[in-house]
C-alpha cells in the first residue's frame, strides 16, 4: 500500500486578506504540511502589479523543492522577450511524472483550464486532474465536469480530481463526478477544520471560503473506488489567501 498525502490550495494570487502579496507565507504553510502533492489554484506568472511581477509557480516550486506542472487558463504575450503573462492552475510533485497535459475546460466568461498528470507510486501510476471551476454559472461547471470525467482513466485505475470547484460536492452540476468518484472528505477515516469550539454547527464541516469565517465547502478532492482515504483536514490559510488549504491523506 501506498501513502500519498496532497494539499489542494486557492493561493488568491499570494494575497491574504491584509492585502499583502507574500509567498513566503504560502511556502510555509505547506512546507508545514509536508506533502506529496500540491494542487494550486489562481496562480500568477509574470501576471502583474498585484503579485509583482513575478513567477509564483517557480518560486513555490523552489521553495517546496518539488517538480512544477502547469496549466495556464489566461495566457497574454508581452512585447519584445518579456516573458508571457499567464494565470491558471499549477501542481507540484515529489512523485515522478510519466506523462501531463494541460486541457483547455468548457463554458463562458473567465477562461478556465485543468491540468492531468499521471504520477509514478510504489502502487502504479497515480491520476490527478487538478482544476478551478468557473465562479458565475452552473451550466459552465456542468459541462466543466463532464470535461474532467472524461480525462479520467479508464475505470480500475486510482484517479483524483482536486481543486476550487465553486460549489458545494451536492451541487446539481457535480453530478458527472459523482458518476465516477467519491468525495474524499466524506470518506475520510478522520476529519478535522477550522471549525471554532463556539460554532460547533461548523465543526468537521470542512468549510474553507473564506478563510477568516468560512461559509462554503468548494475546496475538494474526489477519489475513485480504488484510493481510500485515512484523514482529511482544512488547514489554517486565513493569513496568506481568502482560501483554506485542504489536506487529504490518500491510500492506494
Not at 500568477?44 to 513575478?54: K, L
Not at 491540468?115 to 509514478?120: E, G, K, P, Y
Not at 474532467?148 to 483524483?160: M, Q, S
Not at 478522520?190 to 474553507?208: F, M, P, S, V, Y
Request: aromatic share 4%.
Amino acid at each position: 500500500m501506498t501513502s500519498v498525502r496532497l494539499v489542494t490550495f486557492n493561493i488568491h494570487h499570494g494575497v491574504g486578506d491584509d492585502r499583502r502579496h507574500d509567498l513566503a507565507r504560502i511556502a510555509a504553510v505547506l512546507a508545514d504540511a509536508d506533502p506529496d502533492v500540491v494542487c494550486l489554484q489562481e496562480v500568477d506568472r509574470h501576471f502583474g502589479a498585484r503579485s509583482e511581477g513575478v513567477d509564483q509557480a517557480e518560486l513555490l516550486a523552489r521553495a517546496l523543492d518539488r517538480e512544477l506542472l502547469w496549466a495556464s487558463a489566461i495566457e497574454k504575450a508581452r512585447p519584445g522577450d518579456r516573458p508571457a503573462a499567464r494565470y491558471g492552475n499549477a501542481l507540484l510533485t515529489r512523485l515522478p511524472v510519466a506523462d501531463d497535459a494541460a486541457v483547455p475546460l468548457p463554458g463562458t466568461g473567465e477562461p478556465r483550464a485543468a491540468l492531468r498528470a499521471d504520477l509514478v507510486t510504489g502502487d502504479g501510476a497515480l491520476r490527478v486532474v487538478a482544476t478551478h471551476l468557473s465562479s458565475d454559472a452552473a451550466r459552465s461547471r456542468a459541462a466543466q465536469a463532464q470535461a474532467l470525467v472524461d480525462l479520467l482513466p479508464p475505470p480500475g485505475r486510482p484517479a483524483v480530481v482536486v481543486g476550487d470547484l465553486n460549489c458545494g460536492p451536492g451541487a446539481a452540476e457535480l453530478v458527472p463526478l459523482r458518476s465516477r468518484l467519491a468525495d474524499a472528505w466524506s470518506r475520510a477515516g478522520a476529519r478535522a477544520d477550522q471549525g471554532r469550539r463556539w460554532q460547533l454547527w461548523k465543526r468537521e464541516q470542512g468549510l474553507t471560503h473564506p478563510a477568516r469565517r468560512p461559509r462554503v465547502r468548494i475546496d475538494q478532492v474526489w477519489v475513485s473506488p480504488e484510493v481510500g482515504v485515512r484523514a482529511a483536514a482544512v488547514l489554517d490559510g486565513s493569513a496568506c489567501s481568502d482560501h483554506h488549504p485542504l489536506q487529504v491523506d490518500l491510500e492506494l
